[in-house]
């Protein structure tokens, strides 16, 4: 039986990485000094936190915690993973099992990402040295998800135009094993392999050149072949052969667009929003899916406002480089997050069996999660959670103005229940996630 933990990770104002209860008690500081760190990752068991951090002078790294409770003024030093000058790590998955981590870093040489894998056991056996991590692929975009089981990667690197575009399972942890590309990539980001393990799915095109999403399993009469406009992004229910789905309504290099639910066992697709949705998230008691779509925004300034998906690939998979000190971020800010600011988006919820969709609350978003979150939510899906463990909250990093309307960034949790009361702010920060138990 697992342990109760239900507490959110978050990013504070001085880059450091912190602990909370939902109600905002017991706070907890995780770092301290002088390294700047992004998208905290709970492992399965709700034990450690993962997070890159960056430090002043160009180094970056993989570091595990120990959530605690203890000293605050002295936290327990972090293990550390992977550390690199040059290479970079920029984003961080637990395997199933919480016993190894995955983790992709930039190779500037080579203008590719590479895939890592490393025993977070031996870390935290060895406290003065680095975990053996291996490398077992290249590519660029670089997306994967584990199997339930933890002893698969369906992996897709590549984008489309590409000849050595490969979407294959792959043994991470002997690599070297190797197996043969299954399709030839589509137009899509994440692949996913049901919970079940029955069913896995991602995008090809076709001989004639159309865009499809391809649910395949392990025997051949589970194959289904969706047509699709655009980018597909996609995402597996927790606990059912469920997959949800968004695409636009006519050929767009963005996945944005109408949300539906594809049945793998029964063939069955269903239209829950015909709305533009974002992104979007399934509760994990799989009965419900929040979604993220625009608020008091014209029509005709959608696309040139939100970040392409398309080119976000092509840039990488991943925003680039590690961590970032504020400082920085903000002298650096582009004209698109610039612009972001004045975005408002609409979080909803949708009740899968009962087709009931309920406004939950509109709020203006900080960059991070317009720049870096959104536009690759189907693989951050897979590895942070923003709902709670009871399915009944998410976490977000809302904007917050003062009277002389600086803006800054709180997290806050949403009650999703009817009569949960109003969005709460817990702490100042952002890039926050939720325990999985």
């Not at 983790?103 to 590479?114: A, D, M, R, V, Y």
């Not at 897979?382 to 709180?410: C, G, Q, T, Y």
Request: negative net charge; glycine residues 8%.
């Amino acid at each position: 039986m697992s342990r109760r933990v239900n507490r959110i990770a978050f990013i504070n104002p001085n880059g450091e990485l912190e602990t909370i209860s939902p109600d905002g008690s017991d706070r907890r500081l995780l770092t301290l000094g002088d390294r700047y760190f992004q998208f905290p990752a709970w492992s399965p068991d709700g034990r450690r936190v993962a997070a890159v951090g960056g430090a002043p002078d160009g180094s970056a790294g993989v570091f595990v915690f120990e959530d605690e409770a203890g000293d605050n003024l002295y936290p327990a030093p972090p293990r550390a993973i992977y550390e690199n000058d040059r290479e970079a790590p920029i984003y961080v998955f637990w395997s199933p099992d919480g016993r190894h981590l995955s983790f992709i870093t930039n190779h500037p040489n080579e203008q590719s990402l590479g895939l890592h894998v490393a025993s977070v056991t031996d870390a935290m056996s060895h406290p003065f040295g680095q975990a053996s991590s291996r490398l077992v692929a290249t590519g660029r975009p670089c997306f994967w998800d584990w199997s339930a089981d933890g002893k698969r990667i369906l992996l897709h690197t590549g984008t489309i135009s590409e000849e050595g575009s490969q979407l294959k399972f792959i043994d991470p942890f002997n690599p070297a094993s190797g197996n043969a590309s299954i399709a030839r990539p589509g137009l899509f980001q994440a692949p996913g392999i049901a919970r079940s393990g029955r069913f896995w799915a991602f995008g090809q095109v076709s001989r004639a050149g159309e865009p499809q999403l391809v649910v395949d399993g392990r025997s051949a009469d589970n194959r289904m072949l969706v047509p699709h406009h655009g980018i597909a992004a996609m995402s597996w229910s927790p606990t059912r052969d469920q997959l949800a789905y968004i695409s636009p309504t006519e050929p767009a290099r963005t996945y944005y667009g109408p949300l539906r639910v594809l049945d793998a066992t029964t063939g069955k697709a269903t239209l829950l929003t015909d709305d533009i949705v974002l992104a979007f998230f399934w509760s994990p008691d799989g009965r419900r899916i929040a979604y993220f779509t625009l608020a008091h925004i014209a029509e005709h300034v959608r696309n040139s406002i939100l970040p392409n998906a398309d080119a976000a690939a092509r840039d990488g998979g991943f925003r680039n480089g590690a961590a970032i000190e504020p400082e920085q971020e903000e002298a650096a800010e582009s004209d698109e997050g610039a612009e972001a600011r004045a975005l408002w988006l609409n979080l909803w919820v949708v009740d899968i069996e009962q087709d009931e969709h309920q406004l939950i609350t509109t709020f203006e978003p900080v960059e991070a999660f317009v720049n870096y979150f959104l536009p690759f939510f189907d693989q951050y899906a897979l590895s942070h959670r923003i709902w709670s463990p009871d399915s009944d909250a998410v976490v977000l990093p809302m904007a917050k103005r003062d009277k002389e309307s600086s803006r800054r960034a709180f997290v806050y949790v949403v009650p999703t229940l009817r009569r949960g009361g109003p969005p709460r702010p817990i702490a100042e920060g952002d890039m926050a996630f939720w325990s999985q138990c």
